[in-house]
């Protein structure tokens, strides 16, 4: 029975179940989490909106055309060879046809076209660090909620074994007091831990199918997760403090996106100071004109023919002085450079503390499973000793109760290991890497 039941405790999916191995939970979550389909979506479009850059290179081509009618009251005074010549018409109808084709080019605007462009890709450059910000988070929380069901399944494994052993504790010591070889007392104290095992167990229970529903969650699924999960085994990757922060800006996302919204802000910059400068536009166009108009001395006046010009607009004032907007412009310019700075100092920082905590979180593991070992040997030997009757109910509860603390200690201690392992490569910018091998496994 003791052997049984440490194979239980350290049991993790039950033989013949359906199993999801890591690699496949962080696929699965790419390929259906809704929160990252969105950041890459923003991606796509982001790379749509570059064909709009050419459209400030090309031409605009209208066609139009019209028919307009009106009814005037006309008074004319004309001068003739005898005198002066009145005419007076009421509701005189005039009418007239339009038609043209018409093309306007820029063919300068303060070089607005290549700035567009630039700032066009740029977005793309943001697009993309925000997607593979949202990415690793995912992978993260994947990580850790995959790694959380392994915890809770090994914990119900535990607490389920310990309570069989209540109970066959409990069932030692009713036969044992029905010859007189054992007290009413041990008895109930028996039955009291029987009933709080199993009141643990229903407990840790509940803890299991929450986990189950979070990691369901982030897969993307509408259900619960209900495959049997395996150990987790994350690639090697080094945890030297100098070298993950060695190239800090060109790995982490955060500090990619302060960098391209730095350049945002100096080509909106270099946008507004374009207000200063001429545009000039080439026309050309092919019209076609009817007017009747009985009120006029010309009764039919029609017009047929293309046309060409060059038109030269050069704001003088438009309600404010020009260097007020670029003045605004770079004081933006200027905090966006200050915010960079401070995104780059909090990210070494992060860096250092995340580093701290995982060297004080692995160190406390490794005294955590040594303690674990102490423990199962103890209890071992304790539980033999109960059953030959040469140690008491209260020593081999004791014992029972210590592996199940240190059980615990260590399967939690493992896990805030492994949860400052992934913050501290994600602080670094090292965690994509680090997930993407093991995808691929």
Known sequence: MFKAWLLGCVAVASAGAAELTLSQAMREALENN?????????????????????????????????????????????????????????????????????????????????????????????????????????????????????????????????????????????????????????????????????????????????????????????????????????????????????????????????????????????????????????LAGYNYSLTNSPANVVLQSRTLGPSVGLQLNFNLFTGEFPWHAYNRAHIAVTSAELRQRDVLSAAQAEVMQNHAVFTAADSAFALESQGLGYAQENLGLTFGRWKSGSLSYVDARHAQEQYLDAFTRSENTAFEAMRARLDLLRSAGRLESLLDSTISR
């Open 34 to 282: 809704p929160g990252y389909q969105a950041s890459r979506n923003d991606t796509r479009f982001a790379e749509k909106t570059l064909d709009t850059a050419i459209a400030g290179y090309l031409p605009t081509v209208t066609a139009s055309g019209g028919i307009n009618r009106s009814w005037l009251d006309s008074h004319q005074e004309r001068a003739t060879a005898t005198g002066t010549s009145v005419t007076d018409l009421k509701g005189a109808q005039s009418t007239s046809r339009t038609a043209g084709v018409n093309m306007n080019w820029t063919l300068f605007q303060g070089f607005s076209g290549p700035l567009a462009q630039r700032r066009l890709h740029l977005q793309v450059d943001q697009a993309k660090a925000y997607e593979g910000q949202s990415r690793e988070s995912l992978l993260r929380n994947t990580v850790l909620a995959y790694a959380d069901l392994v915890r809770q399944i090994r914990l119900h494994a535990a607490l389920d074994t310990l309570a069989n052993i209540s109970y066959e504790r409990v069932s030692i010591l009713k036969r044992s007091l029905a010859v007189g070889a054992a007290s009413k007392s041990d008895w109930l104290s028996a039955q009291v831990d029987l009933n709080a095992d199993q009141a643990a167990l229903l407990r840790q229970k509940s803890s299991l199918q929450a986990a189950r529903i979070l990691l369901g969650q982030i897969l993307g699924r509408s259900k619960a997760v209900s495959e049997d999960v395996d150990s987790v085994g994350l690639a090697k990757a080094p945890m030297d403090l100098d070298a993950l922060i060695l190239g800090l800006p060109d790995h982490r996302p955060e500090l990619r996106i302060a960098e391209t919204n730095l350049a945002l802000s100096e080509v909106v910059a270099k946008q507004k100071a374009t207000g200063w400068l001429p545009k000039l536009d080439a």
